[in-house]
C-alpha cells in the first residue's frame, strides 16, 4: 500500500473536492461548539477496488454518534427481494428493458432536519488552527458517510423528488414507483425500484427513460 502512495494522496484529494463541492460541511473554531457537546471522529476509510482503482472516503465514526443528540430516527426502506422478483417478472412477460443506476455520492445528497447539529473533528491530516489557537472542527451540514441518519435522509430526499416528476408510489412497497406518460399517442410505462442508492429501471421505451434521466441527472450524478 505505502507504495502506491500518490494514488492514495490524489483518492484522498479528489474525495475532499466531493465535499467542498457539495458544502458538507462548515469550519468553525472550537470556541464556537455548545458547552457539553461532544465531537464525532471523521476517519479515512481506504479500498482498492477490482479494477486496480483506489478509492478514499472520508466517513463519520457513527459509533461516536449519541442518540438524541447527533441523531433521531434511523430507518430507511428497502426494495424487497420480492418485489425485485416481480419487476423482473415484468419485465419478462410484457417485453420491457432493464437497466440499474447507482447513484454517485447518494448518501452526500441529503439534507439534514432543521435543528439538526453533529459537529466533528476535521478530517485526519488536514486539521488547521482556528482564531482561537485551537484546532478548527467541522459543523456538518449535510449527511455523511457512515452517520446513523444518513441513509434515511437521502431516503427523505429522493421520494419527494419522484412524486415531484409524477411517479406513483407503491402502496405495498414504497420502494416502487410507476408512471404512466403518453409518448407519440402510445401509453408507454416507467418503473423503479429503490434498493437505498441503487435504482433498478424498467421502462418500454428509450424516449420515456432519457426523459426522465433528464429530471434526474441535474439533481444527483448517477453511473
Known sequence: MAEDHIGWSAAERAERVNHAS?????????SEVPAGRSLVRLIWVYKR???????????VQGCSQVHGVD?????C????????????????????????WDFVAAYLQGELKDGEVVYCHAPPGYATLGADGRLRVCR????????????RR????????????????????????????D????????????????????????ALFALRA??????VAME
Open 49 to 59: 477496488k477490482r479494477s486496480g482503482a483506489l478509492k478514499a472516503r472520508l466517513c
Open 77 to 100: 426502506a428497502t426494495l424487497r427481494p420480492t418485489s425485485l422478483r416481480t419487476l423482473s417478472s415484468i419485465a419478462a412477460t410484457c417485453g420491457l428493458r432493464m437497466r440499474q
Open 140 to 151: 456538518v451540514e449535510k449527511p455523511v458517510y457512515s452517520m446513523a441518519q444518513a441513509g
Open 183 to 206: 409518448v407519440d399517442g402510445t401509453q408507454q410505462r416507467l418503473i423503479l425500484g429503490c434498493y437505498v442508492d441503487d435504482l433498478f429501471t424498467l421502462y418500454s421505451t428509450t
Open 214 to 219: 433528464l429530471h434526474l441527472g441535474p439533481r
Open 154 to 181: 437521502w431516503q427523505r430526499s429522493l421520494f419527494p423528488w419522484l412524486r415531484e416528476w409524477g411517479f406513483q408510489q407503491c402502496a405495498s412497497d414504497p420502494c416502487v414507483f410507476t408512471l404512466t406518460s
Open 71 to 75: 441523531y433521531d430516527q434511523t430507518f
Open 22 to 30: 457539495n458544502q458538507s460541511w462548515t469550519y468553525i473554531d472550537r
